[in-house]
């Protein structure tokens, strides 16, 4: 990668991977949904504000359906889910269940006709699942209803994540990153918004959690997402998306060495099983070579 591109891939891994310490303040003052909701309305709403006073045009041709499909479930499902899933289980757990969204991805891909599964994917792709077996069925905490709702809700942000991931690439594939950013971020921030009816703010926030919900909004998600965008067309999806795996060790470094979260030691045996099996389903790890054949003489 070159300077700027791998700047652009650390901003991605140490923004990502602090933004979970952030969503659990978020949260404690928005709660769930008011911490999706209005994270997503600003971020979208910056954005748009920049670009019109910069100038820099925007195409929103391809139409509401595409951007609220992915604004549905890249941004609403998938973040839904790690704001509820994060006071429940941890900043460590949510991170590492991030880092199966490759796996998720790859299947879906592969339905979609998308992707290709090749061997080594799959044998990585079957790492993953035991691996989440293992982080799920072995853990430091008591299996509590709110653990395992927690990591249901986890999971199915994950599955969001790649499943608007694979549209995004099939339905806007020629849609610039401000775009999809501002127009799945708007959607998402609209779909949400009606649950605060039902999951309200739980009391007049201070203006420090003010600070925290601009931050998470405009920092981790607005610029995040474009970069991540932008990433994608420069690089590739498969390199970037492995940014993950650095978000996952960022994350459970801060949840269990700074937040003192409890992890097990099998739980650890998990994520590593899960991070492998992502390595071989993106092709991080290098295949083997074969020794040339040599002809008889």
């Known amino acids: 990668m070159k300077p700027g591109q791998l700047a652009a891939y650390i901003f991605l891994a140490v923004a990502w991977g602090l933004s979970f310490t952030l969503v659990l303040r978020v949260v404690e003052s928005f709660g769930w949904v008011g911490a999706v909701s209005l994270r997503c309305l600003i971020a979208s709403g910056?954005?748009?504000l920049v670009a019109k006073a910069s100038g820099r045009p925007l195409d929103f041709s391809a139409g509401w359906r595409a951007f609220s499909i992915v604004g549905a479930t890249t941004v609403t499902g998938q973040l839904i889910g790690l704001s509820y899933a994060t006071p429940q289980i941890g900043t460590a757990m949510a991170a590492?269940?991030?880092?199966s969204i490759p796996?998720?991805?790859m299947l879906i891909g592969q339905l979609w006709g998308l992707e290709k599964i090749s061997a080594q994917s799959m044998i990585g792709i079957c790492c993953g699942i035991v691996g989440i077996v293992v982080l799920v069925g072995f853990p430091a905490v008591p299996v509590t209803q709110a653990f395992v709702l927690g990591s249901f809700a986890c999971m199915i942000g994950c599955l969001c994540a790649a499943f608007g991931s694979n549209y995004a690439s099939r339905f806007l594939k020629g849609t610039g990153s401000w775009e999809?950013?501002?127009?799945?971020f708007f959607a998402g921030g609209v779909l949400t918004l009606p649950l605060l009816a039902v999951v309200p703010v739980p009391a007049l926030p201070?203006?420090?959690d003010v600070g925290y919900l601009i931050a998470l909004a405009i920092i981790m998600s607005a610029l995040t997402y474009i970069t991540y965008f932008r990433l994608v067309a420069t690089i590739g999806a498969t390199k970037t998306i492995s940014v993950e795996f650095?978000?996952?060790?960022i994350a459970v470094f801060i949840g269990a060495f700074v937040l003192d979260e409890p992890l097990s030691a099998a739980q650890f045996i998990g994520a590593a099983i899960i991070i492998i099996g992502c390595a071989l389903v993106l092709g991080v790890l290098p295949a083997r070579r074969r020794a040339p054949v040599v002809p008889d003489l």
């Open 46 to 48: 910056t954005l748009y």
């Open 206 to 208: 201070s203006l420090v």
């Open 246 to 249: 650095v978000v996952t060790v």
């Open 103 to 105: 796996l998720f991805s």
């Open 180 to 184: 999809i950013t501002i127009g799945s």
């Open 96 to 99: 590492i269940f991030v880092a």
